[in-house]
């Protein structure tokens, strides 16, 4: 049972979006999927690049068959649909959910330009408050990484 937080602030400003709520929720929800909490770091560091590029991280993953790489692009996609779900929430309606699954490849390829092109012609200040949001998120993400990994797991930073 989940239980959701909603701590919202009135001020104007920084509002908490219960971030470090839905940051130790994901972790835990991929705690014990091996060496994919290491991708915590890899998402702080991929926020610089932009939303389009880290949204489109998990595609990258998606395509090596293995196991571990279906792991970790399954927790990139886990966080792109929380962050969605915070970003609808404060209200920016132009945000996309970044769903592009099809088995035509055709069909994909079309589905990522919508993407992409929702992402790029978000007008500036969302996209700048998604990406503030997204930052701080990865931090929470980072943070509970740091508390919950579990013992002997190797960091492959």
């Known amino acids: 049972m989940t239980t959701q937080l909603n701590v919202k602030s009135s001020a104007p400003g920084w509002q908490p979006y219960d971030l470090d709520y839905y940051a130790q929720e994901l972790i ?10 290491n991708e915590s770091h890899k998402m702080r560091m991929t926020v610089a690049y932009g939303l389009e ?13 293995s196991k571990k790489s279906q792991d970790k692009s399954k927790y990139w996609k886990a ?17 996309p959910d970044g769903d592009v699954k099809s088995r035509n490849p055709d069909e994909q ?28 998120f990865c931090d929470s993400l980072v943070w509970w990484t740091q508390r919950y990994k579990t013992k002997g797991e190797q960091n492959d930073n």
Do not use: C
């Not at 014990?32 to 909490?37: A, C, M, Q, S």
């Open 53 to 65: 590029r880290f949204w489109g991280e998990h595609l990258r993953l998606e395509r090596d068959s």
């Open 28 to 37: 835990l929800e991929f705690r014990n999927t091996k060496d994919v909490l």
């Open 109 to 136: 390829t079309q589905k990522i330009k919508e993407v992409a092109h929702q992402i790029w012609s978000m007008p500036l200040d969302d996209q700048r408050v998604a990406l503030m949001v997204l930052t701080q």
């Open 79 to 95: 966080v792109w649909k929380k962050l969605y779900e915070i970003i609808r929430d404060a209200g920016l309606e132009k945000f």
